[in-house]
Nanobody, 126 residues
């Protein structure tokens, strides 16, 4: 079974830092663009940052300069380092992979489009 497993959320004071991680588990062959989205109460899910397989990042304007996305292709893992956190960063953060290639139980290569993790809550409050 293929799934995205997130970790690293929690409660932090304004100005603090958190590091989120997401790993694609299962018999993974390759992951294309990996990213993080967030959804605050009463708001739509929105892109935070994305990184291509070639390690090219892109950020939402609201987090550029404060957040940093990175990935380890050998471990099928993406990280989001969040610094200078603000109360408005409070949200559930979701890991996303646009195209995940994996081996099925009988050894065939298959793809899973638009995969999401279950989300991890980040709360920025004093």
């Amino acid at each position: 079974q293929v799934q995205l497993v997130e970790s690293g959320g929690g409660l932090v004071q304004p100005g603090g830092s958190l590091r989120l991680s997401c790993t694609a588990s299962g018999r993974i062959f390759n992951t294309n663009a990996m990213g993080w989205y967030r959804q605050a109460p009463g708001q739509q899910r929105a892109l935070v940052a994305v990184i291509t397989g070639a390690h090219i990042p892109n950020y939402a304007d609201s987090v550029r300069g404060r957040f940093s996305i990175s990935r380890d292709n050998s471990k099928h893992t993406v990280h989001l380092q969040m610094n200078s956190l603000k109360p408005e960063d409070t949200a559930v953060y979701y890991c996303h992979v646009d195209n995940l290639l994996y081996y099925t139980a009988d050894g065939r290569l298959s793809s899973l489009m638009d995969s999401w993790g279950k989300g991890t809550l980040v709360t920025v409050s004093s």
